[in-house]
């Protein structure tokens, strides 16, 4: 069982919003099942097929006078630019933005060899060189299928898909690809015009041609190229790979000899700090015993000052004492001693001299 929105997605993203060539059936019970189409509107539904008309997507009118027109004037152009479009599940997304292309060759109805049938017959069969790397991608050859009325059909896109062969789709049912002239009003003059006002516009500076790529192949050139360009970009990455390990080599060892010096440096400080506190406990006991010495002296200070105190005041009362006694005798000395008798001994001195004088 598949959903409406799985095969909507499918047809946008690998057949350009075209039918995918599958038959579908409904859900009804074995033996009544009916043959559904899928309509791509919206999210997309299924609806019963009508019994009316050929297949869907058929054309059984052969090649509009428009695809005709567009295919013959293509077939002419020598460059031009382009533009070309990937499928998406939200619709086609630009994929290569105005590649400059010469063509070297450009073949209408060109045969293109399958396994099994008679070969495709592609629109116009384009041999082309270019300086991007498309050229190389694509072996510098592609199909250009012509969208009027009827895309590509999906067993063809497979088929073409599965043969390695590049193709792109050009809608050319609107301006300025568009042939605006009836088929009832044509005439040789206005289709030969429209030829050569394709080519010009192609050609011109401005010019470009635009294209949703059905077939993406990449050649074994190009595959070649992408491989050793990976192979040389996986050797630099190996290169800057091994010089970013050698320097984290050498910034692992700096690291090392740094830790190593910071411990060293830490050791050393730890010592200098066991030393600091060291001297801090000897200038804490050397302050407190110069402050105890300080203590003593000014205790001794304090009794110095008073012995010296004291002795001055001895000595005042000493030499008050003297002066007192100094006085006293005195005092003693100059009292009526005249009055009193002369000792003996100086009387008995006084008459014995009196002889030696006669």
């Known amino acids: 069982m598949v959903s409406a929105e799985a095969v ?8 350009n919003g075209e039918p995918t060539g599958k038959t579908y059936y409904s859900l009804h019970r074995a033996g009544q099942r009916k043959e559904v189409v899928h309509v791509l509107k919206g999210a997309g539904y299924f609806a019963y097929k009508s019994t009316g008309g050929g297949a869907p997507g ?39 933005k105005l590649v400059p292309v010469r063509i070297n060759a450009a073949r209408t109805e060109e045969p293109v060899r399958r396994q099994a049938g008679a ?7 384009v041999e082309f060189e270019t300086a991007d790397s498309l050229g190389l991608k694509w072996d510098g050859r592609m199909c250009v299928e012509i969208k009027h009325s009827h895309a590509v059909d999906a067993q063809k896109q497979d ?5 390695g062969m590049p193709v792109i789709e050009v809608d050319v049912s609107r301006p300025p690809y568009a042939y605006p002239i009836d088929d009832d009003a044509t005439t040789d003059e206005l289709e030969s ?28 050139a190009y595959l070649k190229k992408l491989v050793d360009s990976q192979r040389n970009e996986l050797a630099e990455q190996r290169r800057a790979l091994e010089r970013l390990q050698a320097q984290l080599a050498e910034r692992e ?47 001794l ?22 002066l007192l006694l100094a006085g006293i005798g005195y005092w003693r000395l100059a009292s009526p001693s005249s009055a009193q ?7 008995l001195g006084s008459v014995a001299q009196e002889p030696r004088g006669g």
């Open 193 to 220: 015009q429209h030829r050569v006002r394709l080519k010009r516009m192609f050609e011109s500076d401005n010019g470009f041609l635009k294209a949703v790529v059905l077939s993406n192949p990449s050649s074994n």
């Open 253 to 299: 060892t700096e690291l090392r000899q740094a830790a190593d010096a910071k411990a060293k440096s830490d050791e050393r400080s730890r010592g200098a700090n066991a030393a600091l506190s060291e001297m801090k406990e000897r200038l804490k006991e050397i302050s407190d015993a110069q402050m105890q010495t300080a203590a003593k002296n000014n205790a």
């Open 58 to 96: 058929g054309d059984a009118q052969g090649e509009s006078l428009n695809h005709v027109l567009f295919k013959e004037a293509l077939a002419t152009v020598s460059h031009t630019r382009l533009e070309l479009y990937v499928p998406t599940p939200q619709g086609p997304v630009r994929w290569k």
């Open 341 to 347: 008798p002369e000792p003996p001994s100086r009387a």
């Open 159 to 163: 088929e073409l898909r599965a043969l």
């Open 301 to 322: 200070e304090q009794e110095l000052a008073r012995a010296r105190r004291e002795r001055l005041a001895a000595r005042a009362i000493c030499t008050c004492l003297i």
């Open 8 to 15: 909507a997605r499918e047809r946008k993203l690998r057949y």
């Open 119 to 125: 070969p495709f017959l592609v629109d116009v069969y």
